[in-house]
């Protein structure tokens, strides 16, 4: 079954700050995976994107990593900022129907002053 | 240089009435998506349409759902006498091809009473 879960559920941390969301998936034939930031009452706006031969891909203070293999995602943060608060969703997609984004529950982080 | 565009973005239906939401696409992308986020879940791809045509409706369910983009005007998600299970945010997102970034709107929030 294509699925995708999330690692941890919540996650709260101090401003300043780094962390690491997780993000495991099934999906498969894979075709790519996206990091989404979703704030309250808003739809989701892409972070990033990769494909299966990319490992790591940047945006700012966010770092995406990919291992194809294992089936893994993670989405690093750096130095964190109030802003930073929202959830975070990992989206896959199958080679043969890309566009049928295959979400993740997200990861709602909280950052604290 | 507007988004996607969704109205309205709050709905609330008596059971048995019906419900429509409409989605304005970015500027020049011509691919509509309409995705489903039930309370604590992760968002559920419904159908994919392009203007006046219906790519892919496997999300959708099997009755009271129908989707449209006519040539002109917005795209159309009807729903026909709802139910209470109906509750949930709605999506919609565009993109200018079919394997390009999803660029969503700020959802409908459908309530059914």
């Known amino acids: 079954k294509n699925q995708v ?7 709260i941390i101090l401003e300043g700050k780094n962390c690491t969301l997780q993000c495991n998936y099934t999906v498969s034939p894979f075709s790519n995976l996206r990091w989404y930031k979703q ?5 989701p706006v ?18 995406a990593t990919l291992d194809a293999d294992t089936k893994q995602s993670s989405l690093h943060i750096t130095a964190s900022q109030l802003s930073d608060s929202a959830s975070y969703i990992c989206v896959v997609s199958r080679m043969d129907s890309s566009y049928k984004l295959i979400f993740g529950s997200g990861t709602r982080l909280l950052v604290r002053p | 240089n507007a988004g996607v565009m969704q109205n309205p973005r709050h709905l609330v239906r008596r059971r048995g009435q019906e419900a429509r ?11 509509v998506y309409w995705y489903r986020q039930l309370p604590e879940e992760g968002l559920k791809f419904m159908v994919y349409l392009q203007k006046e045509n219906i790519i892919d409706e496997s999300g959708m369910p099997k009755e009271r759902f129908s989707a449209e983009f006519p040539k002109e005007g917005p795209s159309i998600l009807r729903i026909q006498q709802v139910v209470r299970g109906d509750s949930a945010a709605y999506f919609c997102a565009s993109s200018a091809a079919g394997e390009g970034i999803q660029y969503f709107g700020a959802g409908t929030r459908l309530s059914v009473l």
Do not use: A, V, W
Not at chain 1, 5 to 11: D, K, N, V
Not at chain 1, 46 to 56: H, Y
Not at chain 2, 21 to 31: A, D, I, Q, T
């Open chain 1, 5 to 11: 879960e999330q690692s941890p559920q919540s996650l």
């Open chain 1, 39 to 43: 704030d309250t009452g808003r739809g």
């Open chain 1, 46 to 63: 892409s972070l990033t994107i990769m494909t299966f031969s990319e490992n790591t891909k940047s945006n700012g203070r966010y770092t």
């Open chain 2, 21 to 31: 939401l409409r989605c304005s696409p970015m500027k020049g992308h011509s691919h």
